[in-house]
């Protein structure tokens, strides 16, 4: 479901009709990122009417796409040139540099093919991976071409018997430069670990490339070096060799720092990183898988008697009788189905407990996240005050040295410069310890760059307090220890007892047999009053604890509301007002001091007024982002 939303202006309409939302639904699953945003962009188009001067951009991921894709269109030409230009520079000669340079487009197929057979979209990864592939392919190239220079300062006859040998000759050492080169790229091909989204196009292009060109480079580049070489003896540059080889290292090198660029994880990327490598949601969801195995053990039978019998005692005939048997015991048939019912409800209850533990998880990431922006950006402000206090201070000491001020003022300038300094470090040192948090909750196996947008709200969604899993878990753990009850009170019910078997008497040759069914019943069952007793008790007692515990979400929920109300109203009062004013306060600072309409001392003052209404929206900001975070993912 997409959201567009817009002003229309309320100086011009009543205020109850200052904002439209249009809420349209549109399948994404299995979908590129550019075709899903072209719908969007075709149904806003088609339903939406925009007063004049109003504009639609769309950002997050899309926006990264596009600068992405600016970006690839400079870099891939770019790439291509820089090939050719490195090509020429080892041979001297534009045939043979558009010979081993055809071995880019036959490159080009495969990976083209392999996408499609792997049913991958084109992406700025696989991009990459091309401009990666570029600079491989060509290694093949160079070695059979510079082989066949090599073969004809030798006496050949003909340019047939020339290539049917170079090609005999270098077979081996294209076959294991593209093999060693495709095979190093198989792992991020079939990773499924965080990040491979990136690689898996990225490897598949190389991948694929690697075998069409090294196919068609066994074949391709001989037809066309056939077609434009004779064979004549001569004397070869002395320094092809040299060239090509150093031509062929550099263009390794320019292809593999393309490999490990990736874009910088934002929240959304960070919480499925997180929901994939975090310990500790791990030992949970083992834990649901754990419960849910349990659930075959309702139906547990015991073990079976085998059992084999020489009687001495009753010997017919001086013969002993052997009897051999089985045995098997099964409780009351209702038993097993009680049991079932308690594992299905301690299995969904451990459920429940693994989305609890996930929810936590993302609260704690997306509340760490919120803390480490604003720590950035109040590392910003205070940057920017560092750089004008530094200033400040070198020109009063200027000044006093001139005598054109005096002593205090220059002293309050060194103050302020290093109070504002550590300040700034504090803040640098916050966002560090901040990121660091982040690194631990996320535990990627590489680390990470975080993205770093400007700190901004973040969207309130109030949850339902009857579908939160907590309660849901209460409520299966409830129904758990009620069907414990019930299935202790199933124990007082008979219990069976099957046993076959066959012996030998030493009278006849057949073998007798006879059967045994019994029946078990609880005579004494004082211990099995007591289990009834006390499942009765736990049951009772579980229940007190969901309705205190389902009181307490209550009262937080309505708490965090009215701080949410209350906060909404002072954020409001900065984004409308404060950081306008604080705008114009240093700038009208500014300009006074410049102009001597103030002096030094109100200048600083005004410059923290300025400054501190900022960095107060910030704080306030991260208050309310908290606040937005504890009702989304909503928990005690």
């Keep these: 479901v997409a959201e567009v939303s817009y002003d229309k202006g309320a100086a011009k309409i009543s205020r109850d009709d200052t904002r439209r939302r249009i809420v349209v639904g549109i399948n994404v699953r299995d979908r590129d990122l550019q075709s899903v945003v072209n719908e969007i962009q075709n149904l806003v188009e088609s339903r939406v009417q925009?007063?004049?001067?109003?504009?639609?951009?769309?950002?997050?991921?899309?926006?990264?796409?596009?600068?992405a894709k600016s970006r690839l269109f400079v870099a891939v030409p770019i790439s291509l040139m820089l090939i050719f230009i490195l090509l020429y520079i080892a041979f001297k000669s534009v045939r043979d540099t558009l010979i081993i340079f055809s071995a880019i487009p036959l490159a080009a197929v495969g990976g083209v093919l392999l996408l499609l057979i792997r049913d991958m979209p084109f992406s700025i990864s696989a991009g990459v991976g091309f401009i990666a592939l570029f600079g491989i392919a060509v290694l093949n190239g160079i070695v059979l071409i510079e082989h066949f220079k090599e073969l004809k300062l030798t006496a050949f006859d003909t340019m047939e018997a020339l290539i049917t040998q170079g090609a005999q000759d270098r077979m081996r050492a294209v076959l294991l430069t593209a093999s060693a080169a495709?095979?190093?790229?198989?792992?991020?091909?079939?990773?499924?670990?965080?990040?491979?989204?990136?690689?898996?196009?990225?490897?598949?292009?190389?991948?694929?490339?690697?075998?069409?060109?090294?196919?068609?480079?066994?074949v391709v580049l001989p037809v066309l070096y056939a077609l434009f070489s004779k064979v004549k003896k001569g004397n070869s540059s002395p320094g092809a060799s040299t060239r090509a080889i150093g031509a062929a290292l550099l263009l390794f090198m320019l292809s593999v720092p393309l490999q490990g660029q990736e874009n910088p994880a934002d929240l959304e990327e960070l919480l499925e990183i997180a929901r994939i490598n975090n310990p500790a949601l791990q030992a949970a969801e083992k834990q649901m898988e754990a419960a849910d195995a349990r659930r075959g053990t309702a139906f547990d039978f015991g073990k079976t008697?085998?059992?084999?019998?020489?009687?001495?005692?009753?010997?017919?005939?001086?013969?002993?009788?052997?009897?051999?048997?089985?045995?098997?015991?099964?409780?009351?048939?209702?038993?097993?189905?009680?049991?079932?019912?308690?594992?299905?409800?301690?299995?969904?209850?451990?459920?429940n407990a693994y989305q609890i533990r996930k929810k936590q998880l993302f609260l704690e990431v997306s509340n760490t996240y919120n803390q480490y922006l604003v720590a950035l950006e109040t590392a910003h402000i205070y940057s920017r005050l560092d750089s004008?206090?530094?200033?400040?201070?070198?020109?009063?000491?200027?000044?006093?040295?001139?005598?054109?001020?005096?002593?205090?003022?220059?002293?309050?300038?060194?103050?302020?410069?290093?109070?504002?300094?550590?300040?700034?470090?504090?803040?640098?040192?916050?966002?560090?310890?901040?990121?660091?948090?982040?690194?631990?909750?996320?535990?990627?196996?590489q680390p990470l760059q975080l993205a770093t947008p400007a700190p901004e709200r973040m969207m309130l969604e109030f949850p339902i307090v009857d579908s939160l899993p907590e309660l849901t878990r209460y409520e299966n753990q409830q129904l758990a220890l009620d069907k414990q009850f019930r299935l202790e009170q199933q124990q007082l019910l008979p219990g069976f007892s099957l046993q076959y078997l066959q012996g030998d008497?030493?009278?006849?040759?057949?073998?007798?047999?006879?059967?045994?069914?019994?029946?078990?019943?609880?005579?004494?069952?004082?211990?099995?009053?007591?289990?009834?007793?006390?499942?009765?008790?736990?049951?009772?007692?579980?229940?007190?604890?969901?309705?205190?515990?389902?009181?307490?979400?209550?009262?937080?929920?309505?708490?965090?509301?009215?701080?949410?109300?209350?906060?909404?109203?002072?954020?409001?009062?900065?984004?409308?007002?404060?950081?306008q004013l604080s705008k114009a306060i240093l700038r009208t600072a500014e300009s006074s001091y410049r102009n001597?309409?103030?002096?030094?001392?109100?200048?600083?003052?005004?410059?923290?007024?300025?400054?501190?209404?900022s960095l107060e929206y910030l704080r306030q900001l991260e208050r309310y982002n908290d606040i937005v975070l504890q009702i989304n993912y909503l928990t005690y």
């Design 305 to 351: 008697e085998f059992f084999y019998n020489r009687d001495e005692a009753n010997r017919i005939e001086d013969v002993s009788l052997n009897v051999l048997g089985i045995r098997q015991d099964f409780e009351f048939p209702t038993v097993y189905g009680a049991r079932r019912q308690v594992q299905n409800y301690l299995a969904a209850g451990e459920k």
């Design 596 to 613: 001597g309409e103030i002096d030094f001392f109100q200048y600083i003052l005004s410059l923290e007024n300025g400054y501190e209404i």
């Design 505 to 579: 008497n030493g009278m006849t040759e057949d073998w007798f047999r006879g059967y045994t069914i019994g029946l078990k019943i609880p005579l004494l069952f004082p211990g099995q009053s007591s289990r009834i007793r006390s499942a009765r008790l736990e049951a009772e007692a579980f229940g007190d604890q969901q309705q205190e515990y389902e009181l307490r979400l209550e009262t937080k929920l309505d708490r965090l509301k009215d701080e949410h109300l209350q906060q909404e109203k002072a954020l409001r009062y900065y984004e409308e007002e404060g950081l």
């Design 182 to 218: 495709a095979l190093g790229f198989l792992p991020m091909a079939v990773s499924t670990s965080a990040g491979a989204e990136v690689q898996r196009p990225l490897a598949t292009v190389v991948i694929g490339g690697l075998i069409t060109s090294t196919l068609l480079t066994l």
């Design 388 to 445: 004008l206090y530094q200033a400040f201070e070198k020109a009063a000491n200027r000044r006093f040295e001139l005598g054109a001020t005096n002593y205090l003022e220059k002293i309050t300038a060194t103050s302020k410069s290093r109070e504002i300094r550590i300040q700034l470090e504090e803040a640098r040192t916050r966002a560090g310890i901040l990121e660091n948090q982040i690194q631990n909750l996320v535990r990627s196996e």
């Design 50 to 67: 925009f007063p004049p001067g109003y504009t639609i951009t769309y950002g997050g991921q899309f926006e990264n796409l596009q600068s």
